[in-house]
């Protein structure tokens, strides 16, 4: 038998039982529109860790403190207070090649309060450049410039959220906002300068809901964020590098600067880059992806045996017409191509179904759903198509060797007898 009569035999013996054959793909349908919606999914969930990483800024390194050792028990990397404003002075002074500019930031949680608002702000503590290295938009007024950092200027800057909850009605620039620290024990009066643009929710900092006021503001005026030698502590310092630059290197020489000024042999500090964390996001958005496709795949196995399953009913069925095929000449081998084409055109129709199924159930998630301020969005792979597909079809190859095996092992002449 040639290809075309394959499968125009393979097509008659399943329009033959319309209802059966529909009942077994619908496994195979299932199995492969869950994989590509699963994995849309998570290649979604990849792509916005990605946008929100890159959202940061470019070129960017990350400092951070180290973690704490304490009666012989080290705590979490950030639990040490070993990075300091100065360690950034120390980098600049250093004249590192490739870096571009280098801020020092420190944030913590207050309270902004206004006449008829209050309204729980996260104050970040920072210097002229932070906007710039953020790529952050004003839509009204200034940042933080260089003056207000040295003359340690009671000047404050609104995200987007912020702004719009303390002073709905109102532009914020030029009035006051009182800023609540620690419990109401710290209260200062800041004057709003600037507003920044509507951002988003993104990694670290939420900047829609965060006021950004000088670090040397805080340095001057709280004694406790000081270490005993009367340097500033900070949480982060952020360093943009030119375009191409090497940063393997950079970071050896950043490292090499914080290990000569903290005097200590190891570091007591973490450096990263934007592309590790956006490295290290991607793999483990990979994994989690692959995991929801590999539970998806179970579906998939479970419509595999739907097609064995009937396609061995089938051949039990069909005992008679085997018998009168082998009479008429033909071979072990033309049994075996007839009920496996038979299997592999079921479970191909099932997996084109389900591809189209899956592409037309993940174009209508993207952006549609929200969970706990998480939207669902939803990215189709071209290889998560042929992964689907061509398991699909493994499948019905597999699930129809063993009854075509079965079918060609019959004897013609007691076929033949079967009623």
């Known amino acids: ?4 009569d394959l499968i125009l035999i393979s097509l008659r013996a ?12 619908l496994g195979i349908i299932i199995g492969v529109s869950s994989v590509i919606i699963l994995m849309s999914v998570g290649q979604g969930a990849v792509k916005g860790v990605i946008d929100e990483l890159n959202a940061l800024g470019t070129n960017l390194i990350f400092i951070e403190p180290g973690s704490s050792d304490e009666s012989g028990q080290k ?3 950030g639990s040490a207070i070993t990075l300091t404003r100065e360690d950034g002075e ?11 500019y280098v801020t020092s930031m420190i944030d913590f949680g207050a309270q902004a309060i206004t006449p008829s608002n209050n309204v729980g702000v996260q104050v970040v503590g920072t210097e002229s450049m932070y906007s710039i290295m953020r790529g952050l938009n004003l839509s009204e007024g200034r940042f933080i410039d260089e003056d207000d950092v040295e003359k340690k200027a009671l000047n404050m800057v609104l995200g987007h959220t912020i702004s719009e909850q303390l002073f709905p009605e109102d532009s914020p620039v030029g009035k006051n906002v009182r800023l609540s620290i620690a419990g ?8 709003v300068v600037g507003v920044t643009s509507e951002r988003g929710a993104g990694v670290g900092v939420d900047d829609d809901n965060a006021v950004f006021i000088p670090v040397s503001t805080l340095q001057a005026r709280i004694s406790f ?22 940063e393997l290197e950079i970071k050896e020489s950043i490292s090499q600067v914080l290990l000569d000024k903290h005097k200590v042999t190891s570091p007591d500090f973490i450096i990263e880059s934007q592309k590790d964390l956006i490295g290290a996001a991607g793999e483990i958005a990979n994994i ?22 009937i396609m061995l009913v089938s051949v039990t069925e069909r005992t008679r017409e085997i018998g009168i095929r082998r009479a008429v000449g033909a071979t072990k081998g033309d049994i075996i191509k007839q009920f496996v084409w038979e299997a592999l055109t079921l479970s191909s129709m099932g997996g084109i179904i ?4 899956g592409m037309i159930i993940s174009f209508s998630l993207d952006g549609r759903f929200t969970f706990d301020e998480f939207t669902v969005r939803t990215v189709i792979q071209p290889w998560s198509i042929l992964i689907a597909f061509a398991v699909s079809f493994g499948i019905g190859l597999v699930s129809g060797v063993y009854p075509a095996f079965r079918a060609s092992r019959l004897d013609p002449i007691l076929a033949l007898r079967n009623e």
């Open 90 to 100: 120390a980098i600049i002074e250093a004249q590192i090649p490739d870096v571009v």
């Open 184 to 191: 109401g024990r710290i209260i200062f009066n800041f004057r």
């Open 14 to 25: 399943i329009a033959s039982n319309g209802l059966r054959s529909l009942l077994t793909t």
């Open 354 to 357: 389900g591809i189209i199924l």
């Open 75 to 77: 705590g979490a990397a």
């Open 288 to 309: 989690l992806s692959l995991l929801l496709g590999g539970i998806a795949g179970i579906s998939l196995a479970v419509g595999g045996i739907g097609v064995m399953n």
């Open 225 to 246: 964020i000081k270490n005993p030698t009367g340097e500033t502590n900070v949480n982060n310092i952020i360093i943009q590098t030119a375009e191409g630059a090497d």
């Open 1 to 4: 038998m040639n290809f075309k």
